[in-house]
């Protein structure tokens, strides 16, 4: 598998395990996905029985000035990805994104409802462009791939917004101080590039208090959930494009208020809004996914996630 090295990656790495695999990890330092050469090269000498694609480009700020690099990643990478798969005869399993639609809610009969598969893609981003030519590229390569769109990752193996959110907190610390002379600090999701929110210095004495936006709202995912359903799609022969994501939906701000609550943790979480958190890159308002598929197995809802991930966190915070 590539992008072994990565959040998601190191969780597939061990569902693969335990499903009874003996996974190949290739990091990016191992296999550069944008080196025709090197894909073939490695995909022949794995000798492998399938291939999960899990490295991307993943700074959705930075791509708006860095397109030509996010998109040899996402798209150009995935082309080379899937081209090798189809010949060497190996399904795959490619990885995408919430961001390849543009945020507003699809609806039936005039009520809301989660993305799904057939709904059509409109992406606000250089990363979102990146990613739905990605998703293109691996379909039309042929052989039995499948595109996996998930959302708001979190997990043990890397940043993400779940990890900065008690970071903060325990930076303010009983004292209220926010640490590093108690400037603004802004957070950003680092799996899925979410807009987060920030947190203000009370001054000595004060409160724990974060402001987070409300006005963004998707599928939380905790990759401890979503590894072992990807290594599930390849056992069970499922090609073609699935959702997979935490199951219901919520803002920022609800998750970030959920992870304290869970954590039991004593910080206000105040809401913002998107302008006010301003970034390079436009999100969508909306990005809730759901799976219309009746071969795909949803995931548990996104609390349970985040409860699987604190208790995951805690058990290595603790060894």
Request: glycine share 14%.
């Amino acid at each position: 598998m590539t992008g072994a090295g990565g959040m998601l990656g190191q969780d597939v790495l061990a569902a693969a395990a335990r499903a009874g695999h003996e996974p190949l990890p290739l990091t990016h330092a191992q296999l550069d996905v944008r080196d025709g050469g090197a894909v073939t090269a490695a995909v022949a000498a794995a000798r492998a029985d399938a291939l999960v694609n899990c490295a991307a480009w993943t700074d959705v700020d930075g791509a708006e000035t860095h397109r030509d690099e996010a998109f040899a990643v996402n798209a150009e990478g995935a082309r080379l990805l899937a081209r090798a798969a189809r010949e060497a005869g190996l399904p795959m399993v490619h990885v995408s994104s919430d961001y390849v639609f543009d945020g507003r809610p699809p609806g039936d009969a005039g009520r809301d409802r989660p993305y799904r598969e057939s709904d059509p893609t409109a992406p606000q981003s250089v990363y979102g462009e990146s990613k739905l030519a990605g998703e293109r590229e691996v379909l039309a390569a042929g052989g039995e791939h499948a595109v996996v769109r998930s959302a708001w990752l979190f997990g043990v193996g890397g940043r993400n917004f779940v990890a900065t959110m008690l970071r903060l907190a325990r930076e303010q610390g009983a004292g209220g101080e926010l640490g590093a002379g108690g400037e603004l600090g802004t957070a950003r999701e680092q799996g899925a590039g979410g807009e987060l929110g920030a947190v203000r210095d009370q001054g000595a004495g004060g409160p724990c208090e974060v402001r987070v936006v409300t006005d963004q709202v998707g599928s939380p995912t905790w990759t401890g959930h979503l590894a072992p359903a990807l290594i599930g799609l390849l056992d069970r022969h499922v090609s073609g494009l699935v959702h997979l994501a935490g199951g219901g939906q919520v803002s920022w701000n609800g998750l970030a208020a959920e992870t304290f609550r869970q954590a039991e943790v004593e910080c206000e979480v105040k809401p913002a809004t998107t302008a006010e958190m301003a970034r390079p890159a436009r999100r969508p308002a909306f990005s809730a996914l759901e799976s219309e598929r009746e071969d795909v197995l949803p995931l548990p809802p996104w609390q349970d996630g985040l409860a699987g991930y604190l208790a995951a966190r805690a058990g290595m915070i603790r060894s």
